[in-house]
């Protein structure tokens, strides 16, 4: 028996899901990019071979209102009878997945367009947003580090490359001396005393994998100066204007007198 995946849920919990209730299982459902490529190939393979790639009609019997809006119900007797992609090629829980990954909003239908542009090109990528998201990360690490050095009392250049080098570990494979994720998670919560309000892990790793260009899997104490002295665009909140990430809320900042000042 077949069971929409909205079965016994409302947009509500849909909503709750989306933002972390659901089960670890669902939320690496929801974000394998991998398994959505697949059956958007599956589809659009699918339609060719049936309708010999026309998707004007492919949707329209389901559509009796003529709203441009489709249900998961609807949405999957499209695949198993207008596509006729059986369940040994896509399974239900496939299909599921694929239909909340467009119901961005859990409010149960997709309108039509946004399906059929999804199937015929797949994820579309804002490369202006891509860099701004990038940006804000950086902007925020930046600045929480420039802080957590100065709360340590290094407030000189020469500070901040003797913290960096002495976290460092040679690289066996060019010999060069390098800072490896362990270590700069140690160097930020130990050394400086940033807390998870300061930078959360996941700042920590996203700016560690960005930095780190060639996939070596160590930062050079010249690579993490360069970012130090740089200035990252300011971060931007989701209203367009500047904002400041906040340190640890609600208690004062612990001030050590900077060196040789």
């Known amino acids: 028996v077949f069971h929409s995946p909205r079965h016994g849920t409302g947009p509500v919990q849909c909503r709750q ?13 929801l ?30 019997k389901f559509d009796a209102d003529s709203s441009g809006q489709i249900d998961f119900v609807e949405f999957h007797q499209a695949v198993r009878k207008v596509l006729r992609v059986p369940q040994t090629s896509l399974s239900d829980k496939e299909v599921g997945m694929f239909f909340r990954y467009l119901d961005e909003d859990c409010s149960g239908t997709v309108t039509i367009d946004e399906m059929l542009g ?29 802080v957590g050095f100065k709360n340590a009392g290094c407030c000189t250049e020469e500070d901040w490359k003797r913290v960096f080098a002495q976290r460092s570990v040679l690289d066996r494979v060019n010999g060069e001396k390098v800072l490896p994720f362990t270590e700069l998670m140690t160097l930020i919560r130990v050394d400086l005393g940033c807390s998870f309000w300061d930078l959360t892990n996941r700042n920590v790793r996203e700016f560690f994998d960005i930095l780190d260009t060639d996939g070596s899997g160590g930062l050079s104490v010249d690579e993490l100066m360069v970012f130090m002295r740089s200035k990252p665009r300011a971060a931007v909140d989701a209203g367009g204007k500047p904002s400041t990430p906040s340190l640890a809320r609600g208690a004062p900042l612990r001030q050590k007198p900077c060196v040789g000042g």
Not at 17 to 29: D, I, T
Not at 42 to 54: E, I, P, Q
Request: aromatic fraction near 8%; charge should be positive.
């Open 17 to 29: 899901q989306k933002k972390g209730a659901a089960s670890g299982f669902l939320r690496v459902m």
């Open 118 to 146: 999804y199937i015929k090109k797949g994820k579309v990528v804002d490369v202006a947003a891509e860099q701004a998201k990038k940006d804000r990360k950086m902007a925020i690490v930046h600045r929480n580090l420039y």
């Open 31 to 60: 974000s394998d990019e991998e398994t959505l490529e697949h059956v958007r190939l599956k589809l659009k393979a699918a339609n060719f071979r049936v309708a010999k790639g026309d998707w004007s009609r492919l949707f329209e």
